[in-house]
């Protein structure tokens, strides 16, 4: 699972409309950077597997195709992108709904990877729904592959004061923060190879889902409000440093209790 | 009833963690807005005493799952357990703490209840809500307030049509408080079913290595905090040669952090720890919004840079223009002065 996201960490001055919107056009677009190392997480487990494949599955626009070629010329074996209007709007209830409904298509699954979550949201939700959907186990904030047999994976996850490292039997979903390894580098072969492979695009009616849960209409969660942020400009006191400048200043602090 | 429910973290030695302090003080708060109870749900293992400990808090009832399972956290067996709780109970609102705990297993829920969440609020209010296409009026619901798109924007979300309604909240944003050491709750009993042995097979924990939490700049006074902006490493041991002289913590960006500079417990900001102190001295930060977020509430902000349009300044009381390496052993100079 992956996810083409718009820059937020990059974000210029023209990112928001005077309307507080946001200007998509102004923002450059980028392969989620937890979700890359997903798949690198899923290149190592193929590497160690015998007759393993990786496929990518992403939702969005259609120019999201591009994170899949990318993922192709980095090793996955095949991908396709859930593009459809009435996938439009959806919070990540709906998302994961589509998103799981896609993956039963696909037959035989072992292992779902993903990040644990994009930049554009940071909810970290989709992992763990996605694994409810499909009712199997999840192991989320993932930050290395310690074994892998064709029953079971093991696999340290990074928790806020430590470390765990947990087993479970497939099929399993995990999600892998920032701490794993970096995606490994395009392939110029096989970069060259697909460039002409068309990407799939699956729409709503070939995921055998009930329409009623995708898109906005599938979205418990709504957007009441959007308030641009506005800095609240202080009375700002602007010292050089100089030594009476700083004298006085730290005379005041202490004066005033707050050194 | 429908009422108001906290899920519980336990610390490393089975106590509630703070996190779900400082949600049972909100949950009062909106359990009073509401005129319905505060409930608390603690899943562990020998948890009757840290359950007891959450009245206090202005919890009501504590519903009390105590098993072997349940104990450290595993996705599953605790999903088994709160799921069918909240089935059978009915909660109107559910809060979790935005943790490694509860972002596994707040989403589960929410995904097999088929209800809203709303990840990493900063504000949670009751209020109304008016749906511009049904026309329908929504009264008494969570106004669920977070920073969205990069902390570009700040959203408020509504679950107008689903219960429970669900949110998260990361540690330290709300703040804990005792409602009434007085006060006096009850423990209810779940009993832990059958069906909690398929889910206790599914993942197998083979190792743990917490440390007990060693940095913990939430609650400091005074805080030094540099950006990236300090240059190094070795920069940053001037910080701590500060703090230590005028009683601080030394907190840090998150672009600092990711450059190695200091500990990641040491982050303040959207994805770090949120910090009130009475002062805050922002060195070398240039101040994105992320970081404003954890900081802003200060209430007193001196910010130290060398460039005069750094947006921090704007939120500063007092702007130093200069590098932070010659202005602060200069200040700590006129400090000792001044102390005299």
Known sequence: MAKQVPDTHNVGADAMNPDGTVNRAALPTVFNPEDLKALEMALRVKDQTDGASVTVVTMGPPRAAEIIKDAKSRGADDGFVLSDARFAGADTLATSYAISQAIKQLGHVDIIFGGRQAIDGDTAQVGPQVAEKLEIPQITYAEELMAID??????????????????????????VTSAGEDCRFPNAHRLIRQAKDEIRMINADSIDADMDRLGLKGSPTKVKKIENVVLAHKESVVLEPTEAALNELSATLIKEHIL | MNNVLVYCELSEKNQIADISLELCTKGRQLATRLGCKLQAAVLGCDVKAAAESLYPYGVDEAYVADDRRLSPYRTLPHFDVLSKLIEKEQPQIVLFGASSVGRDLAPRIASYLRCGLTADCTSLEIGSHEDAKNKKTYDDILLQIRPAFGGNIIATIVCPETRPQMATVREGVMKKEILDANYKGTIIPVAVEASLDKADKAVEILSREIEEQKIDIKGAQIIVAGGYGMGSKENFQLLHQFAHLIGASVGATRA???????????????????????????????????HRAGMEQSSKIISINTDPDAPINAIADYTIIGDAMTVIPQFMACYKNNLK
Not at chain 1, 153 to 173: D, N, Q, S, Y
Not at chain 2, 258 to 287: H, M, N, W
């Open chain 1, 150 to 175: 064709d029953k079971s994976i093991t696999i340290r996850r990074r928790l806020e004061r430590g470390t765990e490292v947990v087993k479970a039997a497939m099929p399993v979903l995990v999600t």
């Open chain 2, 256 to 290: 600092a952090v990711d450059a190695g500079f200091c500990e990641g417990e040491r982050q303040i900001g959207q994805t770090g720890v949120t910090v009130r102190p009475k002062l805050y001295i922002a060195c070398g930060i240039s101040g994105a919004v992320q």
